[in-house]
Structure formats: structure tokens, C-alpha cells
């Protein structure tokens, strides 16, 4: 019998397709994840004209806003997805039962990792299909391995801070809220939504060097600057990337609850509404 269980890497392979599937039966959570950045493209797209960027450049408004959308959304995917999905498992009793099966807890939070990537992928993807295809975005050959380095280093850390969001929010109930209210103040400093150009006020200047965001957009945007010359890599928003990322595995590894919350509502009618998230049975 035991030569028959599966492999570790099927297991997790197996979580993260049902975490996928767990993911596509919310559809208030796929709308704000995939629709809510594309909605904000077509329409950025068709309002607005050419956009300033750094050096005194302008380029067309899907230019600009295709590449920093598309990482929004990884960021959604993994910063605010995953956060908020494993605090409302936590206080719902599903990571308790994870704990109480064999499921090793590396394989469930590895699938909800996992799971957030892969919807990253698609949302990048769809976003910089729509761009390209319709609205002619400039993409060079050339340069599509720094922007698969940008995002692999950008996806990998907003996931590790979307478990250090999960660990430190007080309730399930709460994390929605605490997640706006970190990832969307961000994005505005963070050429996503404006661009800051190149004469910001000091404080915003100084706000977006030093949160996460704006080094996951300026490194996967120079892939994609028409104006740019020479090479596309980014290493010191990479490694500023990289800290942040370590930072939040170390405070989700020092913080993560099991447990529900003290007062959470995680009684046998959310055990029943979810019951096998969170248990992966091989097929």
C-alpha cells in the first residue's frame, strides 16, 4: 500500500488544481482578480491619450497601462488572494482539519501558493494578450526573459506577504478590508493607475521606492519601454523585490494560526458550507 500513495509533488500538484477549483466557484473573487485590472484597461485605453513616463517620454495610454495593470493583477492573485482566502479558511475550521489529516501542511499551503501563481499567469497573460492584440502594444522578443524574471521574483514575494497578510489579520472578516487598504494606496504610488511622472512630490517619490509594488511594475515596464536602449534587467528591483518577499515568509512563519480566531463564527454551519476545502484526496 504505501508503494501506492502518491508522490509529494503529485500531492501538490493535485492541491493546487483543487485550489484552482475552489477559486473559480467564487466569482466575486475571479471578477476582482481577472475583470476588475482588464475593465480598468479597456477603459484607461479609450479615455485617455499618451501618458508621460520617466525621461520625458509619452507613450499611448495602453502602452502604459498593460504592463502596470498586468502586474496588479499578479499582485491581486497572490497578495490579496491568497490572503484573504486562508484567513476566511482559518476562522472557518478548514486549516484546523488540515492540521488533524495526513495532508502535510507544506503541501496545503504550497497549493494555495501555487494556486495564486497559476492565476497569475493567466491574469498577466490575458492582460498583455488584450494589449498586444488590440491595442498594439510594443513587445520586443528580446526582452521576454527579464520580464519572466520580474515576474517569477514579483509573484514569489507578493505570495509570501499575501501569508504574512493572512497571519496577521485579526478575523477572516477583516482581512478584505486590510487588504485594500494596503494594496490599492499602493498601487496609486506605484505608476498602476497614474502615472507619478518624474517630478513626484518627495513623500510619494519616497513611498513607492520603498514598498513592493512599484519595483514589481518598473521591472517587468522595462520590457516593455519603447524608449529604452539598453539592457532591460533590473537588479536592484529585483533584490528589493526578494527582501520584501523574505520579509513576509519570515513574519508569516513566525505568526501563522491554525487556529480560528478567538469569536470567529466557524461553528458546523461553515464547516459544513466548505467541508472538504482545505483536504485534497488523491485520485
Known sequence: ???????????L?????????????VPIAAFFTLAFPLMFLLLFAAIFGDVGISGGHEV?????????????????ATYTNIGISTAVARDEGILRRVRSTPLPRWVYLGGVVGSGVCIAVFGVALMLTVGIGIYGVDADAGRL??????????????????LA???LAPSGQSSPALAQATILPMAFVSDVFISVGDDPARWL?????VLPLKAFVESFFAAFDPY??????????????????????VVAARRFRWEPSTGSSSGPRGDRSRRHQGRSVPS
Open 60 to 76: 499611448a495610454a495602453a502602452q502604459f497601462y498593460a504592463p502596470g495593470l498586468a502586474v496588479f493583477t499578479a499582485a491581486s
Open 1 to 11: 500500500m504505501a508503494d501506492r500513495l502518491p508522490s509529494p509533488l503529485r500531492l
Open 205 to 209: 517619490e519616497v513611498v513607492g521606492d
Open 13 to 25: 500538484v493535485h492541491q493546487i488544481g483543487y485550489q484552482n477549483r475552489v477559486f473559480r466557484r
Open 145 to 162: 526573459l527579464p520580464a519572466v524574471v520580474a515576474f517569477v521574483v514579483g509573484t514569489a514575494s507578493f505570495a509570501m506577504l499575501g
Open 165 to 167: 497578510l493572512a497571519a
Open 228 to 249: 529604452r536602449t539598453g539592457s532591460a534587467w533590473e537588479p536592484e528591483l529585483l533584490v528589493r523585490m526578494g527582501l520584501w518577499g523574505v520579509f513576509g515568509a
